[in-house]
């Protein structure tokens, strides 16, 4: 919602995509190959797009190492392994609004920045969401993929008015307000109808609210509404909103059974919206291997990682059957500088990672809450330790002012599993690596060779458009939806 501007202009790929800061990379198409991955001329109905938020190479890399059976010579591959096809490049384009030309505030990228690349196919600063560097609106792959008379569903471990769902259902000037993003997904409508029909995630703080109660709005308008696993299989309604935490949904190891898995809610999706005659787009965001990157805790990125490979296989199994039907996953950047392998030592130990059956952050909100860290650790950590470790534990649990502070437990512990794993980190922020792309299906090479992120976002514009079978297709001049109202630059890290 963009209070601070005059006019409010849909700014479009076609109109765009000869402008996008840096240049995309020439690709190389070609048609598939003989396992069956698809001709390059076939047509899609159906898209299917992941994020691994913050799923840099090394955390691809680490997955294997923990998917390895060591009685084997040859260390086993992940499920992405057999697709990938390229690579991504993440830089943001930050400038200084009141600055000289071309001096640039940030050229490492936010999941704002990055998911509104993807999304509308442009280079932005961090922080916006669905808008460009003039602040007006850009429209999103999923808008397009509406006004085509598709069916459309974002699903995230994160709040679903998080940065990156955010970028491909709303716009603002910047990702922190959260109240409005939420708004946008009922108030903006494409065609006179919603423009999300299944939206799974976290974030009941945000649709429930004093000033306004969205669950009950689109409860209002047919959807069905979910808040636990039981509830959200239940549905046969084709439209639902499903929101089972306040904000974030707790990592995967922690997540009781009341909550579904990531597969569980992509499958969810791909089951409601698979029936629509025109097809779908399907966004899905492993949300939090990036809250772990930030956390440097590799027990929860590891978590995430195989909550979100899980969802991954039944993507690629839905592809597969489907026939007409692209998988392509991506990472909006990588976060925390992870290295497999730390202090000179040529030796990762993914059995220690593997030991422990809750995060490092679970148990030291279990020790704040006041659980005897012995009592925790023994319970949780899945480790023989040391009484060296134990004492580093509690060293960091003595109150301060009758206070634990349970982030300094929580690095105490994460700092256990990353001396005995073999773990590195360089920071606690994003890096500005490449990143990974995995492609199935029909035209999968049309994401071969290194490619900018906001090519990623104008290739989607194209898939969702390919099977309109020589009718022309706008890639929307002028508004999709009304607006009017916003906010001011700013954007938290992540």
């Known amino acids: 919602m963009l209070k601070k501007l005059a006019k409010s202009k849909l700014v479009t790929f076609a109109a765009i995509s000869s402008l996008v800061i840096g240049g995309a990379a020439t690709t190389t198409a070609s048609t598939a190959d003989a396992k069956g991955h698809g001709k390059h001329h076939s047509e899609v109905k159906n898209v299917i797009f992941m994020v691994g938020d913050g799923m840099g ?24 392994d057999p697709y990938q096809v390229g690579m991504q490049r993440t830089y943001s384009w930050d400038p200084y609004f009141d600055g000289g030309e071309g001096d640039v505030k940030e050229n490492i990228a936010d999941s704002a920045a990055t998911a509104t690349s993807m999304a509308s196919g442009i280079k932005t600063y961090n922080g916006a969401i669905g808008v460009d560097l003039d602040q007006e609106e850009t429209k999103t792959v999923l808008e397009e993929a509406k006004a085509q008379g598709k069916a459309t569903g974002l699903v995230s471990t994160s709040q679903i008015n998080h940065a990156t769902p955010a970028a491909f259902g709303a716009h603002d000037v910047s990702r922190n307000n959260y109240n409005d993003i939420a708004d946008d997904y009922y108030d903006e ?79 969810t999706a791909l089951d409601k919206l698979r029936d629509d005659k025109d097809g779908f787009f399907l966004m899905v965001e492993g949300s939090q291997i990036d809250w772990a990157g930030h956390d440097n805790d590799v027990v929860a990125a590891m978590s995430e990682m195989r909550d979100f490979e899980e969802a991954f296989k039944e993507a690629i199994e839905f592809a597969k059957k489907d026939k007409n039907t692209i998988v392509v996953t991506t990472a909006d950047h990588s976060t925390g500088g992870m290295s497999i392998g730390r202090d000179g030592d040529y030796i990762f130990n993914p059995e220690v990672v593997d030991a422990a059956e809750r995060t490092p952050d679970y148990m030291a909100a279990e020790i ?20 060296e470790e134990i004492q580093s534990v509690k060293d960091a649990a003595q109150p301060v002012d009758g206070e634990i502070n349970t982030t300094e437990v929580d690095n105490a512990i994460e700092h256990i599993y990353d001396i005995r794993s073999g773990t590195g980190w360089t920071t606690s922020g994003h890096t500005g690596v490449d990143v990974n792309i995995y492609a199935y299906g029909p035209q999968r090479m049309e994401f071969s060779g290194s490619i900018e992120n906001s090519s990623t976002g104008q290739k989607l514009f194209e898939l969702v458009n390919s099977d309109r079978k020589g009718k022309g297709h706008d890639h929307g001049k002028g508004k999709g939806h009304d607006k009017g109202h916003g906010h001011g630059h700013g954007h938290d890290k992540h």
């Open 368 to 387: 704040a809450d006041g659980e005897a860290v012995e009592d925790v650790l023994n319970s949780y950590s899945g480790l023989e330790l040391t009484e």
């Open 57 to 80: 190479p090394a955390y691809t890399t680490m997955l294997r190492y923990m998917n390895d059976d060591p009685s084997t010579k040859e260390m086993e591959s992940t499920a992405f």
């Open 189 to 267: 409508m494409v065609d006179g109808k919603h423009k999300v029909d299944v939206m799974l995630g976290g974030g009941t703080s945000y649709f429930e609210r004093d000033d306004r109660n969205l669950v009950e709005a689109f409860k209002q308008d047919g959807y069905d509404y979910a808040t636990t696993k039981e509830e959200m299989l239940a549905s046969d309604n084709e439209q639902l909103l499903g929101l089972f935490a306040p904000k974030g949904m707790d990592k995967a190891i922690d997540r009781s059974e009341e909550s579904p898995s990531l597969s569980e809610m992509t499958t």
